[in-house]
């Protein structure tokens, strides 16, 4: 897990150069990716090929905050949600793969057919991937992000149709290791819009230079990996909005509910160990996966929310060979079929806008039962509180929709192992 700074000239006309936060999250599987801004499985049908199929996040679409005069009175556009299908030719040449991509989120309705190729490169320490591809994007894609409708147009902005064609990227990714586990990444590229689109009026270059810059903690199990014998980690909660910010509450200095609206959420996470006692420390960590159900009170219909998170628990207090006691926090991504009522409301205060998916942090306080009741049995069953929290990172990350704030639940909750 890490962070990456990503920049890159913008395309519309006026809007300048972007920088962009983005949380990485990699996990590889043997059946089950987590990329950051895609997640999906992937079948190894023969020993040279391999299929993917997957949701990733598309990093196109208007600003959104500092409008250029070029897009005022515009509708934004959206960055959208893609559902897509992989096949993948390794060798010793190389990497061969196509892509088929189709919006899944009905925002613009469009699809594209990546066709691409990268090879694996190493000197010494250093390691990197040169790539290409060649995107044949359908006119519905680079119209609904390209075009300008009739009722946008302006005596300054024509009415433009951008019909399909063919853009593509070449670029350049590139990993080294630091001290421990700790690996810088870098990267550049650059992309460029099919012809229909960038004789849009709106569009200022069809030429986009792109640069990443930013580190990566690896948590890979080295001498211990994961296996299906580990135990599998349940977690039931209930909880309740709160309208205190998530720091003051995991300190204690302030815990009211439902001060504002009496809207509750109950969940069940799953999860598996990754690490026991990380570099010999007092630190496990593990990896969730859960489900939440929004219970609106009728001020919008309840809806459901899952989370994808990495947990870490310190348990290396003075009293914990006679009461186990952790302190634990979860980071990761949360998706929700609809914004909570706390988020519209707060947001809509501040003129800000919401997003379905966004950061959740997840601090916890809990104690072994089994030690409170003296019975070894329940030794690995947890009685604790936690917080449920969603929020964007200081409107700095456009695959958070640039999101300045959030939502927060307090909650009680029984883990067990099995």
């Known amino acids: 897990?890490?962070?990456?700074?990503?920049?890159?000239?913008?395309?519309?006309?006026?809007?300048?150069?972007?920088?962009?936060?983005?949380?990485?999250?990699?996990?590889?599987?043997?059946?089950?990716?987590?990329?950051?801004?895609?997640?999906?499985?992937?079948?190894?049908?023969?020993?040279?090929?391999?299929?993917?199929?997957f949701f990733r996040h598309r990093f196109e679409g208007t600003p959104f905050e500092d409008i250029p005069p070029s897009l005022a009175g515009m509708a934004r556009r959206e960055p959208g949600i893609d559902a897509g299908i992989?096949?993948?030719?390794?060798?010793?040449?190389?990497?061969?793969?196509?892509?088929?991509?189709?919006?899944a989120s009905t925002a613009s309705e469009g699809s594209e057919l990546r066709l691409g190729y990268k090879?694996?490169?190493?000197?010494?320490?250093?390691?990197?991937?040169?790539?290409?591809?060649?995107?044949?994007?359908?006119?519905?894609?680079?119209?609904?992000?390209?075009?300008?409708?009739?009722?946008?147009?302006?005596?300054?902005?024509?009415?433009?149709?951008?019909?399909?064609?063919?853009?593509?990227?070449?670029g350049v990714l590139a990993a080294y290791p630091l001290a421990g586990r700790w690996r810088l990444l870098a990267g550049a590229s650059l992309a460029w819009l099919p012809r229909t689109a960038a004789e849009s009026p709106i569009v200022e270059q069809r030429v986009q230079p792109r640069f990443t810059l930013g580190a990566l903690y690896d948590l890979s199990p080295q001498t211990d990996p994961w296996t299906s014998t580990r135990p599998l980690i349940v977690r039931a909660y209930y909880g309740q909005s709160s309208d205190c910010d998530v720091v003051p509450i995991a300190t204690?200095?302030?815990?009211?509910?439902?001060?504002?609206?009496?809207?509750?959420i109950a969940g069940i996470d799953f999860g598996r160990p990754f690490i026991t006692g990380l570099n010999?420390?007092?630190?496990?960590?593990?990896?969730?996966?859960?489900?939440?159900?929004?219970?609106?009170?009728?001020?919008?219909?309840?809806?459901?929310?899952?989370?994808?998170?990495?947990?870490?628990?310190?348990?290396?207090?003075?009293?914990?060979?006679?009461l186990r006691t952790r302190l634990g926090l979860g980071v990761g991504l949360a998706f929700a079929e609809e914004v909570p009522l706390a988020e519209q409301r707060d947001q809509?205060?501040?003129?800000?806008?919401?997003?379905?998916?966004?950061?959740?942090?997840?601090?916890?306080?809990?104690?072994?039962?089994?030690?409170?009741?003296?019975?070894?049995?329940?030794?690995?069953?947890?009685?604790?509180?936690?917080?449920?929290?969603?929020?964007?990172?200081?409107?700095?990350?456009?695959?958070?929709?640039n999101v300045d704030g959030g939502s927060n639940y307090i909650y009680g909750y029984v883990e067990s192992s099995f």
């Not at 599987?29 to 299929?51: A, I, Q, T, W």
């Open 1 to 53: 897990m890490g962070a990456v700074v990503r920049m890159e000239r913008s395309p519309y006309r006026g809007a300048g150069n972007r920088r962009d936060f983005i949380p990485m999250y990699l996990y590889e599987g043997d059946l089950v990716f987590l990329r950051s801004n895609s997640v999906g499985l992937k079948l190894e049908p023969s020993g040279v090929g391999r299929v993917e199929l």
């Open 86 to 103: 992989g096949a993948h030719w390794a060798g010793v040449w190389g990497t061969a793969y196509a892509e088929l991509l189709q919006d």
């Open 119 to 170: 090879y694996p490169w190493r000197r010494g320490r250093l390691s990197a991937w040169p790539y290409a591809f060649l995107a044949l994007r359908s006119s519905e894609l680079n119209d609904y992000y390209y075009g300008v409708r009739p009722g946008e147009a302006t005596a300054g902005r024509p009415a433009y149709e951008a019909q399909s064609g063919v853009g593509g990227e070449l």
């Open 252 to 264: 204690l200095r302030c815990t009211s509910t439902h001060t504002q609206d009496k809207t509750d």
């Open 280 to 322: 010999d420390w007092p630190v496990d960590l593990a990896g969730f996966v859960g489900i939440i159900r929004h219970k609106e009170k009728g001020f919008q219909p309840d809806f459901w929310q899952v989370n994808l998170y990495l947990k870490a628990w310190y348990y290396g207090f003075p009293w914990s060979a006679r």
């Open 348 to 401: 809509a205060l501040r003129g800000r806008g919401t997003s379905k998916l966004l950061q959740t942090l997840d601090p916890t306080l809990d104690f072994s039962l089994g030690d409170l009741v003296a019975s070894p049995r329940l030794r690995d069953t947890f009685l604790g509180v936690g917080v449920s929290h969603r929020s964007g990172i200081f409107g700095t990350s456009h695959l958070l929709r």
